[in-house]
């Protein structure tokens, strides 16, 4: 199987971003998409597997840029400084992310009825963000995400079909974090679900986290087991 490959340059208010695009080359008709919303170190080799990862499974796959220019942070300070500004303004969040959304349904390879967006950490903050917005998507993943709710959005409406792959002692997302994520869905009346890994800690996706201080280490069984809840909930929302 070749796999294609490409930056997706998009606009918002006058900012380029990149995005790094993956599928099938030997496929000609427009297929499901999945789009993939970035850890706070900003799009990068991590998320770029990915991409080509679901190209492989049949996917056309748009790893998104939220900082702009391709821009990427160099350690943990310069990530959170990243960050920081869209923690602090989730309307903007969720505008970079719609654009996003916008310029995968423009792709010729993509069938724009049928889009779903991932999300690894800020990531999936950002994924569940784009559901609360109320996005005419079929479904979101946040994996070891931020559930933290937004604050321009009291009352979302949920559209999408949720899905949460979260490490139950991720010590920054708390057991009393996961049951108001859980009470906001309901509220809002979302079709959700919550894998919880016990024994797992944030960033278990990631073979190069290995931080037990900060609470960030990789973990083979849980990264397995998500993978093909993954996959599961893509072949269902996006068949």
């Not at 208010?13 to 170190?41: H, K, M, N, Q």
């Not at 280490?217 to 909930?233: E, I, T």
Request: charged share 20%.
């Amino acid at each position: 199987m070749a796999i294609d490959t490409r930056v997706v340059q998009y606009q918002l208010a006058g900012e380029t971003y990149e995005g790094f695009f993956a599928c099938d080359a030997a496929v000609s008709e427009p297929r499901p998409a999945v789009l993939i919303a970035p850890t706070w170190a900003g799009r990068g080799g991590f998320e770029q597997e990915k991409a080509e990862r679901l190209a492989r499974a049949g996917y056309a796959a748009l790893a998104l840029d939220l900082y702009g220019g391709g821009r990427q942070g160099s350690g943990p300070e310069e990530n959170a400084g990243l960050m920081a500004p869209l923690l602090a303004d989730r309307a903007q969040l969720q505008a970079r992310m719609t654009a996003g959304v916008d310029a995968a349904a423009a792709l010729p390879e993509v069938d724009a009825s049928r889009i779903a967006a991932i999300g690894y950490c800020f990531g999936g903050l950002a994924v569940l963000d784009l559901a609360r917005s109320g996005a005419q998507l079929c479904g979101v993943v946040s994996i070891h995400g931020l559930f933290t709710p937004a604050d321009n959005l009291p009352e979302p409406s949920i559209q999408a079909r949720v899905l949460c792959l979260h490490g139950y002692d991720d010590p920054m997302v708390t057991p009393d974090s996961l049951l108001a994520l859980a009470d906001e869905m309901t509220a809002a009346g979302a079709d959700w679900q919550i894998h919880a890994y016990g024994g797992t800690v944030h960033a278990f996706t990631n073979p190069a986290a290995n931080d037990p201080e900060r609470g960030a280490v990789y973990n083979a069984s849980a990264d397995r087991r998500s993978w093909q809840s993954l996959q599961n909930f893509l072949a269902e929302v996006l068949a």
